[in-house]
């Protein structure tokens, strides 16, 4: 019931290669040859300079929580039980900004501009999520 | 929107349907009754509508609307960029009459969340697992939209060292004036304690952050500024509009999420009326979390960036206070259908026409409407005048 309830990623051709990194451990995102810009989610052209020439590229999967959110109350029956979560905005270290939870951390230290690394939380047996813990 | 289409057309009448709980009755139905006292109040009748705005219900709720209302229309729109929909649609609806395509417009609103009980999970996942939400928000469980407003507190406080009592302030001021509005569906006494010791729903909001869920409708109907003269109410002119769009559910490219493009929106506005933020005597700002008042009240200009807790203590918002604002009882206490721009209008006509007796403003020449649409995705200003 719960596996039901918990909304599950469905890849397209153009995003299967960022969920193929997860399932590698590896966050990865597209960057720009054209003009050098990262960008987040993934589409067919750059957004900045619209060029086609985007590559998929590992990131250090580290960066800082932009803000965040203490969830008291669950988005869907399957989130309830891990009441009370936290929903952050990640702005890694190479610029883009991704959602994440912020998982295998005290909640009252999570905090904005504290430091996190990329983890991944299986959910099925295609789908890797991308999460981030608080660093150390 | 261009200078001289400033006080080109009118707002002429406008109306509620039942408000509250209104089990029984459809959206639709709501939209309709509210359409019916809104042309009843412009002394107009339905065949003198040629265009509809409706953007809820169904995805193509103007054409839903005009077949439940019988009328042909030649113009419609159902646009739908969230909660400041109804305020998009004047703009548009001044931009059809000028172009000839319309010369009398009906804007309608209408939800039965409460009674549905569609708001309660408090996230829709209406999206396919393979859209860019699909895939990148909906499997981290975020509350939409108050996740993402907690977020904007949680900034706010973090650069600011805004306090919850600073918001509990705006609840308050709004429960204080839907006491004064016998429409009001939440008219109980309230206190900044209780406020703040409500139920923690996405840190730092609370429950008595947020908007009510609750049922209702609205109605509006836009006419040229020549048709405004034979009407049966006190017209009330468009002096100034202007919108901006960012983005949908993923606002990863949304630079900083305290800046979100209003004060240029309402320069815009400002610009096309010809007058200043001084100016203005009747303010309605959306409402649905007490921070988006906080964060609207600064990006507008009505105070400095950062100074917004200051500027609202002490009952500033509130009736006899120093900015009254939200003279319903807005999103917070007089109730909260889903989407509510329609209402701020509503409120706005009102103020403008000296028709709200217990809660009228000593003046009320020029009225202010600000509000956004989805998760900060965009936001529209519009002033209005006599």
Redesign the interface.
């Known amino acids: 019931m719960a596996d039901i309830l918990r909304p599950t990623p469905r890849p397209t051709d153009l995003t299967a290669p960022y969920w193929h990194a997860a399932n590698e451990g590896i966050l990865s995102m597209q960057h720009c040859r054209h003009c050098g810009q990262w960008q987040f989610f993934p589409r067919a052209f750059c957004t900045h300079c619209t060029s086609d020439d985007v590559i998929w590229q590992k990131t250090t999967g580290l960066g800082k929580i932009y803000t965040f959110t203490i969830n008291r109350k669950a988005a869907n029956a399957y989130m309830k039980e891990r009441l009370p979560y936290a929903v952050a905005i990640i702005q890694l270290d190479e610029g883009p900004r991704m959602m994440a939870n912020i998982v295998n951390s005290d909640l009252s230290k999570i905090a904005i501009d504290a430091r996190v690394q990329v983890c991944f939380e299986r959910m099925d047996e295609d789908i890797s999520l991308p999460q981030f813990e608080l660093v150390a | 929107m261009k200078q001289t289409l400033s006080r080109s057309v009118a707002i002429g009448g406008v109306a509620e349907s039942d408000l509250g709980k209104v089990p029984g009755k459809t959206a639709l139905e709501l939209q309709a009754q509210a359409a019916i006292a809104a042309l009843r109040d412009a002394g107009l009748q339905l065949p003198d509508v040629d265009a509809v705005f409706a953007h809820t219900d169904d995805r193509f709720s103007s054409l839903q609307v005009a077949e439940y209302l019988g009328i042909t229309p030649r113009y419609v729109d159902s646009s739908n960029v969230g909660g400041m929909s109804n305020i998009m649609h004047i703009g548009h609806a001044m931009a059809a009459i000028a172009a000839g395509m319309c010369s009398v417009a009906l804007v309608t609103y209408g939800s039965t969340q409460l009674s549905d009980g569609s708001r309660k ?3 829709v ?1 209406q999206d ?3 859209t ?1 939400r ?11 939209p108050i ?1 993402y407003y ?3 507190a ?2 706010h406080q ?1 650069r600011y060292g805004t306090t919850p009592k600073d918001l509990a302030e705006i609840a308050l001021a709004a429960r204080l004036w839907a006491q004064l509005n016998p429409k009001a569906y939440r008219r109980e006494p309230s206190s900044l304690d209780e406020i703040m010791s409500s ?5 730092p ?1 609370r429950t008595r952050d947020c908007c009510l869920v609750t049922d209702g409708g609205g109605a509006l109907v836009i006419v040229s500024a020549d048709r405004a003269k034979d009407l049966r109410s006190k017209p009330v002119y468009v002096h100034g509009i202007a919108e901006s769009f960012a983005h949908h559910y ?1 606002p ?2 949304t630079g900083d ?1 305290l800046d979100t493009q209003v004060a240029q929106t309402a320069q815009a506005a400002f610009d096309m009326a010809g007058v200043a933020r001084d100016d203005i005597d009747v303010v309605q700002i959306y409402d649905h979390f007490t921070i988006g008042v906080l964060q609207s009240l600064e990006e507008l200009g009505f105070c400095r960036r950062g100074e917004g807790g200051a500027f609202v203590a002490d009952g500033a918002l509130g009736p006899g206070g120093r900015f009254p604002i939200n003279t319903s009882g807005g999103g917070l206490s007089y109730g909260h259908p889903g989407m509510f721009g329609v209402f701020l209008v509503i409120e706005a006509v009102r103020q403008l026409r000296q028709e709200c007796g217990q809660r009228q403003l000593p003046k009320a020449e020029l009225a202010l409407c600000h509000a956004p649409g989805l998760v900060f995705s965009c936001n529209t200003t519009m002033i209005l005048g006599v």
């Open positions: 999970s408090g996230a996942a396919s697992p393979s860019p699909g895939q990148f928000i909906l499997p981290y469980g975020q509350l939409s996740g907690a977020m904007v949680q900034l973090h139920p923690l729903v996405a840190d909001l993923t990863f490219n999420w």
